[in-house]
């Protein structure tokens, strides 16, 4: 499998499991730089209604 279609595939599993979240893709692959052996940096942030 290649990168765009892992990136794809982790994009709808995602939104299947916490469609509410907020996922962001950084580092080298959110770059354009990232090699075959990098990493794939992703931080998840539910979004929950505001409490007022």
Same mark, same amino acid.
């Not at 595939?9 to 939104?15: C, F, L, P, Q």
């Given at each position: 499998?290649?990168?765009?279609?892992?990136i794809? @595939? %982790?994009?709808?599993?995602?939104? @299947?499991?916490?469609?509410?979240?907020?996922? %962001?893709?950084?580092? &080298?692959?959110?770059?354009?730089?990232? @090699?075959?052996?990098? +990493? %794939? +940096?992703?931080? &998840?942030?539910?979004?929950?209604? &505001?409490?007022?």
């Amino acid at each position: 499998m290649k990168r765009p279609e892992i990136i794809e @595939r %982790i994009r709808e599993t995602m939104h @299947r499991i916490a469609p509410e979240a907020q996922t %962001i893709l950084y580092g &080298s692959e959110a770059r354009g730089e990232a @090699r075959p052996n990098s +990493d %794939i +940096d992703l931080l &998840s942030q539910p979004l929950s209604p &505001s409490t007022s």
